[in-house]
């Protein structure tokens, strides 16, 4: 018994169908190739936080690197993914790949333009068999196409990435000081805040000299506590603590005031230090 042969809407679906398969083998075929021949710039640029966190305190560097990374890899996807490729250009392309002799591309065309005579209807028919075959082996109809040379220097310089952060890093140091300071700010704007609520209830002093202290209290914890790590700034402010401690005239201020020093002579200490591991 002889098969019927397909309508001309069925044989227009296959044609969709199999066009709609081969789109997204081109869609990540494309995205690949893509990747793999500018990929390492999004690599490099990842090293390149790496370096400058070599010459340069940068606490962040490692997340910075993976963002970079990440950012990268996210752009990609939505590129392959959201691509324009309608199903003409799709034709077109299988056609010169595949090498089908503008079939494809001439099947939507015909049935663009409404043709339905007889020679129209065989193409189509033979059209769709094509779709439908190159459809069933896409990676052969669209092999994977990259350049080996750009691979190879991502993969080196994304070798480079990961290993940076635990290589021996003349920045660290300044890093480890700067977060030993912020963390001595950040005791110190407590010992101010406590010293602050001693200094409301205080009732010996007059009113526009409590609330003039109390105000210069809370400016010099909040400095305190957004101080970065910088030692000189965080002196300075421990300097304008001691000096409203004095201004307080109150023997209790006396080991306030102590432990302020104790803090600047080790802040102190810290710079010292410093500085002859610069010499």
Sequence with gaps: MMEQPFSRDETQQQIIDSLAT?????????GVRLAAQWGWLAVAAALGVQL???????????WGSLALLLAALLLWLAWVQLRALPLPLVARYVDAEARTKERLATALELEAHARHDDLAMKQQSDAAGVAQRAARVPVETLPWQWSRRPVALAGVLLLATLIAPFLPNPMDAILAERAAVQREALEQAEEIENL?????????LPREERERLLAEMDELAQSLRENPGDRE???????????ALRER???NST???ASLEQLAAE??????NEQAQER
Excluded: Y
């Design 255 to 257: 080991s306030r005031e």
């Design 267 to 272: 802040l102190q200490r810290m710079s010292g």
């Design 22 to 30: 081969l789109r997204s083998r081109l869609r990540w075929r494309d």
């Design 196 to 204: 602050r609520e001693e200094l409301a209830e205080n009732g010996t």
């Design 52 to 62: 400058l966190a070599r010459v340069t305190p940068i606490a962040w560097a490692a």
């Design 233 to 243: 700034e965080a002196l300075a402010d421990i300097e304008r603590a001691r000096e």
């Design 249 to 251: 005239q109150d023997p």
